[in-house]
């Protein structure tokens, strides 16, 4: 079992409203990564980080922003909900030098 | 950049008979090929890779094979178990770009009783 969470794991929100997606890992992994998962099954990666004060944007553009102030810990934010953001929300880690990514179980976020 | 695709998307096979999932991938430098499992309401997990000096790996009831000439993976599963039923992804990793691991879109794999 990967030490590896998600909260929440399931969120209803309105509109207009402002939310963080938390992501912590155990491991210590350097890098750190979120994928925006579609009905499809499609993984789209929107953000990444090397490590502590890095983060880089992804394949997809997205309204998300993220922050990365510890090791562990790497926040999704969205400023404004809007139901386009509606989607599963997948975060996860690897090690420097490693290959095998590491996933939490990810936030399914609906916006009304 | 890397581009994996991956078929078929839906898969629905007898319990008992053997699934096949095969991805392609663009990047010669690609060395690196691991499969995920995701069940519902979980994350990916990975259940196999393989590296890109061998040809063949198997960890009992499934097997990956790779054909680096080609640039084609694929991933076998013998006797199928409701268990199996779930989305596969196969990805290949460059080392460069952004992340260095590219996804394919998914196969949802369907086990009928």
């Known amino acids: 079992e990967a030490d590896i969470y998600q909260t929440p794991r399931y969120l209803v929100i309105g509109t207009g409203k402002k939310i963080t997606l938390e992501c912590s890992q155990t491991?210590?992994?350097?890098?750190m990564y979120w994928y925006q998962q579609d009905p499809g099954m499609e993984l789209h990666l929107i953000h990444y980080?090397?490590?502590?004060?890095?983060?880089e944007k992804g394949d997809l553009s997205s309204e998300s922003t993220v922050s990365r102030i510890r090791t562990e810990h790497f926040p999704l934010t969205l400023e404004s909900a809007r139901p386009s953001h509606t989607s599963q929300y997948l975060c996860?880690?690897?090690?420097?030098?490693?290959?095998?990514?590491?996933f939490g179980q990810g936030t399914r976020l609906t916006v009304v | 950049g890397e581009n994996v695709e991956q078929h078929p998307s839906t898969l629905s096979v007898q319990e008992g008979d053997s699934a096949v999932i095969k991805c392609t991938y663009s990047?010669?430098?690609?060395?690196?090929f691991p499969w995920y499992k995701q069940e519902l309401g979980k994350g990916p997990q990975l259940i196999i890779d393989?590296?890109?000096?061998?040809g063949e790996k198997k960890d009992q009831r499934i097997a990956v094979t790779l054909n680096k000439t080609a640039k084609h993976f694929s991933l076998h599963i013998t006797e199928t178990q409701p268990e199996d039923s779930a989305v596969y992804f196969c990805?290949?990793?460059?080392?460069?770009?952004?992340?260095?691991?590219?996804f394919g879109k998914g196969t949802h794999l369907i086990i009928q009783p």
């Open positions: 393989i590296r890109s000096n061998v």
């Open positions: 990047d010669s430098a690609s060395n690196y």
């Open positions: 980080s090397y490590g502590v004060n890095s983060t």
């Open positions: 990805a290949s990793y460059s080392g460069g770009g952004a992340d260095g691991l590219t």
């Open positions: 996860a880690s690897r090690a420097q030098g490693a290959t095998e990514a590491f």
């Open positions: 491991m210590g992994h350097d890098k």
